[in-house]
């Protein structure tokens, strides 16, 4: 059984960076075509893809978010690390983690979210 | 980066209606379109991937089709628990993109 788990703060003040950690059971990061994405969502918003770590350590981040998005994994301790720096309170939303499988007929899958995480970002 | 468009982007209907969402890229994608639903509070839920495959325990009364830029998702015999948002996602180009979503509710 797939399950995913994020952690990390409820409330962070502008210009502080947010770590997320995702924490994971049910595979393994050290399988060929297995990944992780961070996807968020704004109250009442589509969902917006952040990044995502592939199992040979490959990393890909949001175009507009680049600069401000680091992702990281262990391996081991089935965990995956999101930081995001210089927070605003426009960053405010439910921050999910998800097993996602990489393969020929459909690019990136997401096909295993966690419940998600709220943050919100205020002074 | 590639945006997908939804439309319409809500839609009431009835219990037993058939229901057609569709999902636009900016620029072809071949197949690698996927649908998902979400409701209130909860995680998105992978429904269809690659277009038309649907993912395991998923009812058939769920479909999909298209190829390139244009796409739908058909609901038939619609049921109470499928009333939600529904948001398609392109995985062809990173960094992959979600439509901004249809919300189906009761006529």
């Known amino acids: 059984q797939v399950t995913l788990r994020e952690s990390g703060p409820a409330l962070v003040k502008p210009t502080q960076t947010l770590t997320l950690t995702c924490t994971f059971s049910?595979?393994?990061?050290?399988?060929?075509?297995?990944?992780v994405s961070w996807v968020r969502q704004a109250p009442g918003k589509a969902p917006e893809w952040l990044a995502r770590?592939?199992?040979?350590?490959?990393?890909h981040y949001s175009t507009s978010l680049k600069a401000r998005l680091t992702i990281s994994k262990d391996t081991p301790k089935n965990q995956v690390v999101l930081t995001m720096t210089n927070m605003d309170p426009v960053d405010t939303g439910t921050y999910y983690c998800?097993?996602?499988?990489?393969?020929?007929?459909?690019?990136?899958?997401?096909?295993?979210w966690g419940q998600g995480t709220l943050v919100t970002v205020s002074s | 980066d590639i945006q997908m468009t939804q439309s319409p982007s809500s839609l009431s209907a009835s219990v037993g209606d058939r229901v057609t969402l569709t999902c636009r890229a900016s620029?072809?994608?071949?197949?690698?379109l996927n649908w998902y639903q979400q409701k209130a509070g909860k995680a998105p839920k992978l429904l269809i991937y690659?277009?038309?495959l649907l993912q395991s325990g998923v009812p058939s009364r769920f479909s999909g089709s298209g190829s390139g830029t244009d796409f739908t998702l058909t609901i038939s015999n619609l049921q109470p628990e499928d009333f939600a948002t529904y948001y398609c996602?392109?995985?062809?180009?990173?960094?992959?993109?979600f439509g901004q979503g249809t919300k189906l509710d009761i006529k």
């Open positions: 998800a097993r996602t499988r990489r393969g020929a007929v459909a690019g990136g899958l997401i096909d295993h």
């Open positions: 049910g595979f393994s990061l050290n399988i060929n075509g297995m990944c």
């Open positions: 770590i592939d199992w040979d350590d490959d990393r």
């Open positions: 620029q072809s994608i071949t197949t690698y």
């Open positions: 690659a277009t038309s």
């Open positions: 996602q392109q995985t062809y180009s990173l960094p992959d993109t």
